[in-house]
């Protein structure tokens, strides 16, 4: 028996007791276990449940969503950001129908060799749905492990991704590794929180360095964030008899290959006066700025986007550029900030 195996002789069954109640965790049919990967990457359980439902009930399969239509897929992927994610995941469906027979690869190197699926993907898939010992390493299970070991190693640094991965590996119990895993991240999610935890309750406490030391506050170590940038989004919404006008977004940029209304970028927020002319060089003369919205915020992990809508009225005999449409944003898929403008806009106001 290893010297560390009383980490998971103690999480194992307090998981098994104490565990959130969650369809995922009721099967290991590795599309769905690996499904609910995906979009755990992305959003909370609470939300991610409603989306992994609406995902199964659709596609039951990884042969149903290999047919989807890509639109289709953006669609349900819809609000959860990180567009290149619902992408992988078709491209993924279709490799293993493709390359595997329809069967997903049971090895975590098998399981990288899929589109978008990388080793914290990997390692959920082999050690839940195959039983192999593979350990994760996420957000939680860095917290958990700083703090139980008591390593000030920062975690966003090559040493410290090493000796964390080593580490989780090292733990990992063989008998049961995906519940194992599943237990680690269900107490960093539930009990070793970022602030707060309640250590009280937690099965690993008698062992905690941190909880014994005073250190819970300052555990995990991180290096720094990258600094972030804002950008200043103007939206155009054009009354026009019909739908809204709409583009889609093409380039490296975010939210690649969805829809939003036309956009001018500025380097600056604008105020009234000084849209109109910006208005005018990009667009031509005779437009009329009737109103705008209040700035909107929206926080990307890079990048905080500043969007003010600005309604307005194109010249008499407008034509407009090639890659506007008259479209009803309702039938595409549309950046979670145009979602929740549209919200807020009366359909009679906004043609
Ligand atoms: S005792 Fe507290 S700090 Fe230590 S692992 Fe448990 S919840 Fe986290």
Request: net charge positive; proline share 8%.
């Amino acid at each position: 028996m290893s010297s560390l195996s009383w980490f998971s002789h103690r999480l194992v069954p307090w998981y098994r007791e104490h565990r959130r109640a969650l369809p995922w965790r009721e099967t290991r049919d590795p599309y769905r276990i690996w499904l609910s990967e995906v979009i755990l990457q992305q959003t909370r359980v609470d939300q991610g449940l409603a989306y992994w439902q609406r995902f199964v009930a659709k596609w039951p399969t990884v042969a149903d969503l290999a047919a989807a239509r890509e639109d289709e897929v953006l669609k349900q992927w819809q609000g959860l950001g990180y567009y290149s994610r619902a992408r992988n995941l078709l491209g993924a469906a279709r490799q293993v129908m493709a390359e595997h027979g329809g069967a997903f690869p049971t090895t975590h190197a098998g399981l990288l060799t899929l589109k978008g699926v990388g080793d914290y993907t990997a390692a959920a898939i082999a050690s839940i749905s195959f039983g192999a010992p593979e350990a994760v390493v996420d957000g939680n299970v860095y917290r958990v492990l700083a703090r139980v070991f008591g390593i000030d190693t920062p975690i966003d640094s090559t040493a410290g991704r090493k000796r964390f991965k080593e580490l989780a590996t090292r733990l990992v119990d063989p008998e049961h590794p995906g519940d194992h895993n599943q237990a680690v991240m269900e107490l960093g999610a539930t009990v070793c929180t970022p602030r707060n935890p309640t250590c009280l309750l937690c099965p690993v406490q008698p062992k905690c360095i941190a909880f014994a030391s005073g250190r819970i506050a300052d555990l995990p170590v991180k290096q720094g964030t990258a600094r972030t940038r804002d950008r200043f989004f103007n939206y155009l919404h054009v009354r026009r008899d019909g739908n809204l006008y709409l583009r889609q977004r093409t380039g490296k940029d975010i939210w690649q290959g969805l829809f939003e209304l036309p956009l001018i970028e500025s380097e600056h927020p604008l105020t009234g006066p000084a849209f109109a002319p910006l208005l005018e060089e990009r667009l031509g003369p005779g437009w009329t700025v009737e109103a705008h919205s209040k700035e909107a915020k929206h926080v990307l992990s890079h990048q905080v986007i500043h969007a003010c809508f600005w309604t307005v009225v194109p010249p008499p005999g407008f034509t407009p550029p090639d890659d506007w449409s008259l479209m009803d944003p309702d039938r595409h898929a549309v950046p979670r900030l145009i979602e929740r403008w549209l919200a807020h806009t009366p359909t009679s106001a906004r043609p």
